[in-house]
């Protein structure tokens, strides 16, 4: 019992810190996510429970390639694998999946908003959007018919799905002029030698060359990235900065985690 007050101290207490941190500087710094990884692997191996630390094995595994592609931030990543292995259950439910799931809801609903009516203020443009408003209804019809699929043969209930309209209908608003967005709030041309590592790069807007330099697969510049591209003489490059900060929803999801569990997966 004693064990489960310390594991959830010590989440708030981490998560609690990456919120601060991703606030004033946009970064969640190792000094915070290492010793939450240590900690979940020291009192999982005091218990002689290791799934936990498979599992932050796993989300780590997960998130390293949503963050090389550019989807996710690498403070961030580290932050879900700690809170894993600290973590791995709480009252019999995979704890980590509740966090990211909140976090996710919190952080579509409130960026999804804000932006939308950023955006909307400077003028949309909706041709420039014209992909991705298709795309977005596209999917909205796949997820309407599968929550009604679901609700039809009592899989999940009216409750359940009024917990996901609202979250999803902001996302897909998001998704729909998500190109948009990007070009004007986080679209920046910067000098090769204010370049950092850890940029994403504005794939989409690149030139054909800029684009064999770095492949399909990785948006997230290295060291080995900017060698490449200072043999090839670039000397600007288009990159998305100022992108919006995740820690105050992870926090956010750890908190309705822990206060209503089973909420996600209780079929209401």
């Known amino acids: 019992m004693e064990l489960i007050f310390l594991r959830i101290a ?41 799934t936990g630390i498979l599992l932050g094995g796993a989300i780590f595994a997960i998130g390293y390639v949503l963050y090389i592609t550019g989807k996710f931030g690498g403070g961030d990543v580290k932050l879900f694998a700690g809170i894993t292995m600290t973590m791995p259950f709480y009252m019999q439910e995979f704890f980590a999946v509740n966090v990211i799931i909140f976090s996710a809801l919190t952080a579509t609903v409130f960026y999804g908003a804000f932006y ?11 041709e420039y959007n014209k992909d991705g408003i298709i795309n977005a209804i596209f999917a909205g019809v ?49 000098k090769l030698k204010e370049m950092e590592e850890d940029e994403i790069i504005a794939y989409d807007m690149m030139q054909e060359k800029e684009r064999k330099i770095f492949g399909e697969f990785k948006k997230v510049i290295e060291k080995k990235s900017i060698e490449k591209i200072t043999k090839a003489g670039i000397k600007e490059l288009l990159v998305y ?8 929803f992870i926090f956010a999801g750890t908190i309705i985690a822990l206060l209503f569990p089973g909420l996600i997966f209780a079929g209401v």
């Open 10 to 50: 010590a989440t708030l207490i981490a998560t609690a810190i990456a919120t601060y941190t991703d606030i004033k500087t946009g970064y969640i710094y190792d000094k915070i996510t290492y010793p939450l990884i240590a900690f979940g692997i020291i009192i999982n191996l005091i218990e002689g429970e290791f």
């Open 116 to 126: 939308t009516i950023k955006y909307a203020r400077k003028g949309i443009d909706l």
């Open 142 to 190: 796949i997820i309407a018919a599968y929550f009604i699929l679901l609700n039809s043969y009592r899989i999940i209930g009216e409750g359940y799905i009024s917990i996901f309209a609202l979250p999803v209908g902001f996302a897909l608003v998001f998704m729909a002029l998500e190109k948009g967005i990007r070009k004007e709030f986080f679209l920046k041309k910067i």
């Open 241 to 248: 900065r100022n992108l919006p900060r995740f820690g105050p």
